[in-house]
């Protein structure tokens, strides 16, 4: 069983920055697929980023694309999300999520996912 732990969100001015991390335990990391989602008050969950195995291939929401960056440390089994320029619209829960799927590189679809973390919040006050 995977377990993955969000850290690093927070209260944040619009225009700055954070570095969320998912650490993974109980399983083979390095073989997983992996992705960031966010939820905000009253939608759905969305897509933000994700990142194949190797880390050498990644995508993201048009959303977010140019001021966040997704990359994975193996060694550490750990993912991280860098977030810049902030904005109000940014302002949700995180989530982290791996896929047992590991015939896949790039996942975006959440129902793929198979392990999720608890979430961590940011919050971005404009």
């Known amino acids: 069983q995977v377990q993955l732990v969000e850290s690093g969100g927070g209260l944040v001015q619009a225009g700055g920055s954070l570095r969320l991390s998912c650490v993974a335990s109980?399983?083979?990391?390095?073989?997983?697929?992996m992705g960031w989602f966010r939820q905000a008050p009253g939608k759905e969950r969305e897509f933000v980023a994700a990142i194949s195995q190797s880390g050498g291939s990644t995508a993201y929401a048009d959303s977010v694309k140019g001021r966040f960056t997704i990359s994975r440390d193996n060694g550490k089994n750990t993912m991280y999300l860098q977030t810049r320029s902030l904005k109000a619209e940014d302002t949700a829960v995180y989530y982290c999520?791996?896929?047992?799927?590991?015939?896949?590189?790039?996942?975006?679809?959440?129902?793929?996912?198979?392990?999720w973390g608890q979430g961590t919040q940011v919050t971005v006050s404009s």
């Open positions: 109980g399983g083979r990391f390095s073989t997983y697929p």
């Open positions: 999520a791996a896929d047992r799927a590991t015939f896949l590189t790039i996942v975006t679809n959440p129902h793929q996912y198979d392990y």
